[in-house]
């Protein structure tokens, strides 16, 4: 069984900066392409990041390329996403998820197994 445990979310002023963590287990999460996806309030899930099983091939959304950075540890299973020069459009909550895309709006993402989420809030 998939399972997935975000955690690192919070509140931060606008230009701040977030760290999260996404703990994989249940799946051979090394061979595995694995994403960051989000959902702001009202609003339907949007892909963010794609990082390939070896971290040779890495993906962003338009509106996060030079501010968010996606990495992995293979050995820890664990997938990780920072966040910079945060912006209030990015208050949502973030969701660690086994599945792959390139494209913005790629609806594919809904069917992708994911975790709890961790709620990141941008406000001053």
């Known amino acids: 069984e998939v399972q997935l445990v975000e955690s690192g979310g919070g509140l931060v002023q606008p230009g701040g900066s977030l760290s999260l963590s996404c703990a994989a287990s249940?799946?051979?999460?090394?061979?595995?392409?694995m994403s960051w996806v989000r959902q702001a309030p009202g609003k339907g899930l949007e892909w963010v990041s794609t990082?390939?099983?070896?971290?040779?091939?890495?993906y962003y959304a338009p509106s996060v390329k030079g501010r968010f950075t996606i990495s992995r540890d293979n050995a820890k299973s664990t997938l990780y996403l920072q966040l910079n020069s945060l912006k209030t459009e990015d208050t949502a909550m973030y969701y660690c998820?086994?599945?792959?895309?390139?494209?913005?709006?790629?609806?594919?993402?809904?069917?992708?197994?994911r975790g709890q989420g961790t709620q990141v809030t941008v406000s001053s």
């Open positions: 249940g799946f051979t999460f090394s061979a595995s392409p």
């Open positions: 998820a086994k599945g792959w895309t390139t494209r913005p709006g790629d609806n594919s993402v809904s069917t992708w197994s």
């Open positions: 990082i390939f099983s070896t971290s040779d091939l890495i």
